[in-house]
């Protein structure tokens, strides 16, 4: 693809016959039913869907924050609690949850304290570089703007240099100029580092500006009912979402969401 290195063909997400129930009044409640997926290493999956139906369920069982009813979850070969155990998975949810004590160099750096890894000075130096906030190192988080705190939060989860970036919905609580631009900065980022990524959003736009693959949801109980490749050409440009290639992935993504199956 264009403006990407090559990528080894390895697995990065499997998904097999995944089952998740939880228990609610004391009565089983079914919010996955079966979902089944597979995404090459290296590549960013966004995942659509309506409201409830398990999407940030998928991501918490591939980030070993649940386990599955049934089935299996597998991420570059091995169990989530393994890559969890090596430090190797890197998380961040719509609510940047910032330690606001902290400066910003200081709530990156406490991501690598937490590994209890070898502090890297200048590995955290460079990550804050990485997202865009140079010269705001001392900064707290009240100091920052929406967009920023979710830069910190995005610097924090790459800075142990994750094999696996999980985000769920980090934008989400943005307004729609500065959703944009972090849509842009968290593309430059990835290619970069070309982490395997998986994004919950519920952001048609989103998902074919940044993803490789989108993956869409049935409502709960849930299944997996299509995945669309995007196919577009990167790095992807804010002039790429106004061509009439982008708005036919865009129109394809809507139409399934709106009849529920991949017809």
């Keep these: 693809m264009e403006g990407r290195p090559a990528l080894a063909e390895t697995l990065g997400f499997e998904l097999t016959k995944v089952r998740k129930e939880f228990v609610l009044d004391r009565k089983p409640l079914v919010a996955i039913e079966r979902a089944d997926y597979?995404?090459?290493?290296?590549?960013?999956?966004?995942l659509l869907g309506p409201s409830g139906c398990g999407k940030s369920t998928i991501l918490r069982m591939l980030a070993d924050l649940e386990i599955?009813?049934?089935?299996?979850?597998?991420?570059?070969?091995?169990?989530?609690?393994?890559?969890?155990?090596a430090h190797?998975?890197?998380?961040?949810?719509?609510?940047s949850a910032l330690l606001p004590w902290r400066t910003v160099y200081?709530?990156?750096?406490f991501a690598l304290q937490v590994t209890q890894a070898d502090i890297d000075e200048s590995a955290v130096q460079d990550m804050i570089h990485l997202v865009g906030l140079k010269g705001f190192e001392s900064a707290r988080p009240r100091q920052l703007s929406g967009g920023m705190r979710q830069r910190v939060a995005i610097a924090r989860a790459l800075v142990t240099a994750p094999t696996v970036l999980l985000l769920d919905e980090p934008f989400g609580a943005l307004d729609a100029m500065t959703r944009r631009r972090m849509n842009m900065e968290l593309q430059r980022i990835w290619m970069e580092k070309l982490t395997t990524t998986l994004l919950v959003t519920h952001s048609i736009d989103e998902a074919v500006l940044l993803a490789d693959e989108i993956v869409i949801m049935s409502p709960r109980p849930s299944t997996?009912?299509?995945?669309?490749?995007?196919?577009l050409p990167r790095p992807r440009s804010v002039e790429m979402t106004r061509s009439p290639e982008f708005h036919a992935v865009s129109d394809q993504v809507s139409s399934i969401l709106i009849s529920g199956d991949d017809e």
């Excluded at 190797?88 to 609510?95: P, Y």
């Excluded at 200081?106 to 750096?109: A, D, M, S």
């Excluded at 997996?224 to 196919?231: E, L």
Aim: aromatic share 2%; no cysteine.
């Design 68 to 85: 599955p009813t049934s089935g299996s979850v597998r991420v570059h070969g091995l169990a989530p609690a393994d890559l969890r155990n």
């Design 106 to 109: 200081q709530n990156v750096r």
């Design 88 to 95: 190797h998975i890197g998380v961040a949810f719509q609510d």
């Design 38 to 46: 597979s995404a090459a290493a290296g590549t960013l999956t966004a």
């Design 224 to 231: 997996i009912i299509a995945t669309v490749p995007v196919g």
